[in-house]
């Protein structure tokens, strides 16, 4: 059983960046599609991105579209989150999933999810 690791949250002022990754340990990740989410205090979970399993397809929330960028690693053990122009509003816990399909990623229709990054931005 795949179990995943996020590393790469803290504060920023806006405007910055940020890299968020999220590991897969006990085997690698070249069977899973992967999503990131994001919660808000107060909010429900929402969708960021998401990457196929070979990497030629991506997803991403309208809300991140141009600022975001998602990828993988060419060994597939890494999924990062790359993420630019940061702005207030996209301060919460992120947290990465994996599944075997990539439509169930990107709705969240797994069980397998990491633990979460903080990210904090501040104005």
């Known amino acids: 059983q795949v179990q995943l690791v996020e590393s790469g949250g803290g504060l920023v002022q806006a405007g910055g960046s940020l890299r968020l990754s999220c590991a897969a340990s006990?085997?690698?990740?070249?069977?899973?599609?992967v999503g990131w989410f994001r919660q808000a205090p107060g909010k429900e979970r929402e969708f960021v991105a998401a990457?196929?399993?070979?990497?030629?397809?991506?997803s991403y929330a309208d809300s991140v579209k141009g600022r975001f960028a998602i990828s993988r690693d060419g060994a597939k053990i890494t999924v990062y989150l790359q993420m630019n122009s940061l702005k207030p509003e996209d301060t919460a816990v992120y947290y990465c999933?994996?599944?075997?399909?990539?439509?169930?990623?990107?709705?969240?229709?797994?069980?397998?999810w990491g633990q979460g990054t903080q990210v904090t931005v501040s104005s």
């Open positions: 990457i196929s399993r070979n990497g030629l397809s991506t």
């Open positions: 006990g085997r690698t990740f070249s069977n899973y599609a």
């Open positions: 999933n994996a599944a075997s399909m990539f439509s169930d990623s990107r709705a969240g229709r797994t069980d397998r």
